[in-house]
């Protein structure tokens, strides 16, 4: 009963949210890039009949945000040029903030989330580690970061495609996943409206690399010498293991132990602090209750948890409080401080 309670909030909050994007969806236009998102779509009974099938199973599956727009507003997923289209619907809880951004920048970012060919879950499988996916977002493309076709799973721009082939029917597919492909960083949107989607370069002839030595750098000159000398020591590993890392989140303990020498275990401590994505502070504080993410340590996600300090809610990731957010924030990493490193062993202690 107690669960239950401590989300009662969640239900109204999407329906807000579902409510507001529609309105937002189905309103005039408000940028000259979308003037193509209002032309008519060839729309018959059979198109009708598997957009409210499609909606439908994403209702079903929990995605009521994106069932909402299907059903409200198809010419954000659907235009009179392309026949087959693949939806990436958003988690619900991963939507909560979409109503701080312009209603021109929303219809981007679902035009980002859907490409204008039919793909199934066995068609990602197929494919290799760094192929392009096209969008409806001109010039702006996805990147197929990791496959797994033991566990037949797949993660795009590093995002885990949750809920494969929610709906696959004539030339649509639908599939979830956990999060948005691109972090929602109001920051960036205010430095560049165009460039607030970020992309990664993908293509078997392009890398992205992350800038370590920068990295170890920023993490000196901001007092967390020991986890930058911990980093430095077993960077010939990390980047081999990770060459189509585009982003990171680093988490930076005040202090690490066994820094400066070279072993499996500081090797697992210094990946279990890594994120394989950028996440701004107010991008993790936004995040559902006991969240998980995946980090630069196979099979071992952290947690982002909530606590209690001086009777208000702080952000903590494996019940560890983060003390000091966005120590260093660019377009490629960011650096966050901890009040002390994570601990192997423990599990995440949730509030």
């Not at 960036?188 to 460039?195: A, I, K, L, P």
């Not at 990946?271 to 630069?296: D, M, N, V, W």
């Not at 494996?318 to 260093?328: K, R, S, Y």
């Amino acid at each position: 009963m107690a669960k239950s309670c401590s989300h009662w909030w969640h239900a109204p909050v999407y329906f807000t949210v579902s409510i507001a994007l529609a309105f937002i969806a189905i309103s005039t236009p408000l940028h000259s890039d979308l003037k193509n998102a209002s032309s008519p779509l060839p729309h018959n009974s059979i198109t009708h009949h598997l957009l409210s099938n499609a909606s439908r199973a994403l209702r079903r599956s929990g995605f009521t945000v994106t069932a909402t727009l299907l059903q409200v507003s198809p010419e954000l997923f659907l235009t009179s040029h392309e026949v087959h289209s693949t939806i990436f619907a958003i988690k619900d809880s991963a939507i909560s903030n979409f109503s701080l951004l312009p209603p021109w920048l929303l219809k981007h970012l679902f035009q980002y989330h859907t490409s204008p060919s039919k793909i199934s879950m066995r068609d990602l499988l197929e494919k290799s580690p760094g192929s392009c996916l096209s969008t409806l977002l001109e010039n702006k493309k996805l990147e197929i970061t990791k496959i797994d076709p033991k566990q037949r799973s797949v993660e795009i721009n590093h995002v885990l495609v949750s809920h494969p082939d929610v709906f696959l029917g004539g030339p649509i597919s639908v599939h979830g996943v956990l999060g948005p492909f691109s972090p929602l960083n109001l920051q960036n949107f205010q430095e560049s409206q165009w460039g607030f989607i970020q992309t990664p370069i993908c293509g078997s002839n392009s890398r992205n690399f992350l800038e370590w030595p920068e990295i170890i750098r920023m993490l000196s000159s901001n007092g967390f010498v020991s986890f930058a000398v911990g980093l430095h020591t077993v960077l010939g590993g990390v980047p081999q293991d990770f060459t189509n890392l585009s982003s990171v989140t680093v988490f930076a303990p005040p202090d690490l132990a066994l820094a400066a020498s070279p072993s499996p275990l500081l090797d697992r401590i210094v990946r279990f602090h890594i994120l394989s994505r950028r996440f701004s502070y107010i991008e993790l504080a936004t995040l559902p209750q006991k969240s998980k993410i995946g980090t630069l340590l196979p099979d071992r996600d952290i947690e982002v948890t909530g606590r209690l300090k001086n009777s208000s809610r702080v952000l903590a990731v494996n019940g560890v409080e983060v003390l000091v957010p966005d120590v260093f924030s660019s377009k490629k990493f960011i650096i966050h401080g901890l009040s002390r490193a994570f601990k192997l062993g423990e599990l995440p202690n949730a509030f």
